[in-house]
């Protein structure tokens, strides 16, 4: 199976829409591959007492570096661009050839330079729409719900929303 890493922003968008299942039927992945640097993050609302990060973690599973993904981990952090999170994942998806899912604009370049395939929300919310997942009416409360909940703006919805 190819591996996908996806950064806190994207699980963390799905889950507060109630909407992990679709993600992973999309995905056909029975658990989220996460680094330990995306679970520090998740744990921080957690501790706030947000629900959200129990949904993900109840359903991830931690991948950790190996000694050459940590090098390359390194450099990316001494550039200073990314979070760790960010770092570790697009280190381990370099070395591995794995995909890269992540909202963050900074991130999604930094990747596409290291040679690392990437996904952003609106692709994912592109397939859920090739694939009949959701119908345009469903696909819209989702948006809606993750703007709602996440207290964020989907730029593309209304072009995504366009009947074909």
Request: charged share 30%; aromatic share 6%.
């Amino acid at each position: 199976m190819q591996g996908i890493l996806m950064d806190t922003d994207i699980l963390s968008i799905f889950a507060k829409a109630d909407a992990l299942s679709l993600l992973r039927h999309l995905l056909q992945c029975e658990h989220f591959l996460i680094t330990p640097g995306v679970l520090n993050e998740l744990l921080v609302p957690l501790e706030y007492g947000y629900d959200f990060p129990r949904q993900i973690l109840d359903q991830a599973e931690i991948v950790p570096m190996t000694p050459e993904e940590a090098q390359d981990y390194e450099a990316l952090r001494i550039e200073g661009k990314l979070s760790v999170a960010d770092a570790e994942m697009i280190a381990i998806c370099k070395r591995r050839r794995w995909i890269y899912i992540t909202m963050d604009r900074v991130a999604l370049r930094c990747a596409e330079e290291f040679g690392v395939r990437t996904v952003d929300l609106r692709a994912l919310l592109e397939a859920i729409k090739r694939a009949g997942l959701l119908s345009l009416k469903q696909l819209r409360a989702l948006i809606e719900r993750m703007e709602r909940e996440d207290r964020t703006r989907i730029p593309f919805k209304e072009a995504l929303l366009k009947p074909e």
